[in-house]
């Protein structure tokens, strides 16, 4: 007799990440943290956000806080414009059943001086 397992398909999650500052995390010099825009494969959002936590806790960063956008069908149906190379690395998450990091904006105490 054998089981009816439902395995539940992968999806992609657009998810932002807040960051802090740790011991060779590679952020530029003065900054105090970041904010990078990732998009990750999961069964669902949990699994998601979990892989990409540990991910980034392996390439020596500290995240703090994680914040779900849904998935491109979900953002499509919310009618937000998501342009083709966003869509492309989707895809390649998919595809590779891994995280990507596709935006990574550092935060300053200071505003930068623009002369």
Known sequence: ?????????QQVYTLLVQVGRKA???LPEG?????????????????AVRETVAI?????LAP??????GTLKERQAEEQDIPQDEQDLMQRA????????????PFFDKPERRD
């Open 1 to 9: 007799m054998s089981c009816c397992v439902t395995k539940r398909a």
């Open 24 to 26: 060779g995390d590679g």
């Open 31 to 47: 900054a105090t943290g970041a904010a990078l825009m990732c998009f990750a494969s999961g069964v669902d959002e949990a699994e």
């Open 56 to 60: 980034l806790k392996q390439a020596d």
């Open 64 to 69: 703090l806080d994680v914040t779900g956008y």
């Open 94 to 105: 998919l595809d590779e059943n891994s995280v990507i990091v596709a935006q990574m904006t």
